[in-house]
């Protein structure tokens, strides 16, 4: 068995940017790229979107020379850049891989995103599935600062463990105390 894979190639699109269904605590995270009429959205984890945004950063300040400052508390910052996704009514696939490189001849970020590998798939009986994205660096930065304020909009993080408080408390192991 042969799967042809699908590629949603963005060129220079009209958007890209994470957004996530649901309340923290069970929010869905998903990616979006959309040019003119053509949209495509793919699921992923809401590590996936902050590793995402943190690369993405790294590779603008190595390659670019870019110094930005992703500021997530200060909502202006988040409110003038690129605007939310649109709420999916299907994903393409879950992502598994994730990689961003710098095109030094055009000056553009490249991600591109490939689903999970399904083990009951092997390599050579499959192309995977491929979403690949082209963005100026001010666009990159763009997506960097609504993907942080994103994954900062969740359930506060407990300050002695990390892990996340629940709107009904977190009984924090390490501190021997129950936060509200």
Partial sequence: ????????IYESPDLFSAG???????RAFYL??????????VALEKV????????????LVTMHGVVPAVD?????E???????AEHPSAHAFRVGAMTLAWDAEREEVVIQVRPAVDD????????ADLLHVRLRPDRALAFARRASALVAAGRPSC??????????????????????
């Fill in 1 to 8: 068995m042969r799967v042809v894979a699908r590629q949603y």
């Fill in 20 to 26: 996530a269904v649901g309340e923290p605590g069970a």
């Fill in 32 to 41: 979006q790229a959309a040019d003119g009429a053509a949209r495509t959205s």
């Fill in 48 to 59: 996936q979107v902050a590793a995402l945004a943190e690369r993405l950063v790294e590779l």
């Fill in 72 to 76: 997530v508390e200060d909502p202006s």
């Fill in 78 to 84: 988040s409110a003038t850049d690129e605007p939310p």
């Fill in 120 to 127: 009951e798939v092997t390599e050579d009986e499959t192309d």
């Fill in 159 to 180: 300050p002695f463990c990390g892990e996340p408080i629940e709107p009904t408390g977190h009984f924090c192991a390490r501190g021997r105390a129950h936060l509200n």
